[in-house]
């Protein structure tokens, strides 16, 4: 599943079983056929049929933006180029992904969310449905993480993120614990 984060660019030429080299701007490799040349993990391949035809880059950021070319590797040489521009995009996430964190009675736990996109002044806040925090009484926390110090059944429940970007811009995310 692809994130709404995510860029994916097509090969529309049918060229399954050619050699395609994907590029990023004039000199940044991607792919060669299957095999990876970049060590950036948001990279990666997929295709109707698993047959690797279309670049997946997930999530985008700025740097993202600009010409990806795939060549295909024929006796007359194919291109086929895809121009980026990348918006001003603002996403928050849970950590873990799935929203879901298990926690032993008197443990530790850390919720946590992320922001995607590029907005390094973004603030968090966290609250609990229900009301205010077990231990604290507080009704709202300010971070991008919550620590439980000593997690108790009281501690179980949902927890929302909310990030809000510099510009603000407001999206948030749900933690069960």
């Known amino acids: 599943m692809v994130s709404p984060s995510a860029s994916v660019l097509p090969l529309t030429q049918d060229s399954s079983d050619l050699v395609r080299i994907w590029t990023f701007g004039s000199s940044v490799m991607l792919f ?23 670049l997946v880059v997930d999530p985008v950021t700025r740097s993202d933006q600009g010409r990806f070319t795939c060549r295909i590797m024929v006796k007359d040489e194919v291109n086929l180029s895809h ?8 996403a928050v996430n849970p950590v873990p992904r799935s929203g879901v964190l298990s926690v032993d009675e008197q443990s530790a736990a850390t919720l946590a969310c992320e922001v995607l996109g590029d907005d390094p002044a973004a603030s ?18 300010d971070g991008d993480e919550y620590l439980i110090g000593n997690a108790t059944r009281e501690d179980a429940g949902h927890y929302f993120c909310t990030a809000t970007s510099s510009k603000g811009i407001q999206h948030y995310t749900e933690v069960h614990r």
Request: charged share 20%; no cysteine.
């Open 32 to 54: 060669t056929g299957a095999v990876r040349t970049t060590r950036d993990p948001r990279f990666s391949l997929a295709g109707p049929a698993g047959d690797g035809t279309t």
């Open 83 to 90: 121009e980026v521009t990348v918006v001003e995009a603002f």
């Open 124 to 141: 968090f806040q966290w609250r609990r449905e229900g009301g205010a925090f077990p231990h604290s009484g507080e009704y709202t926390f």
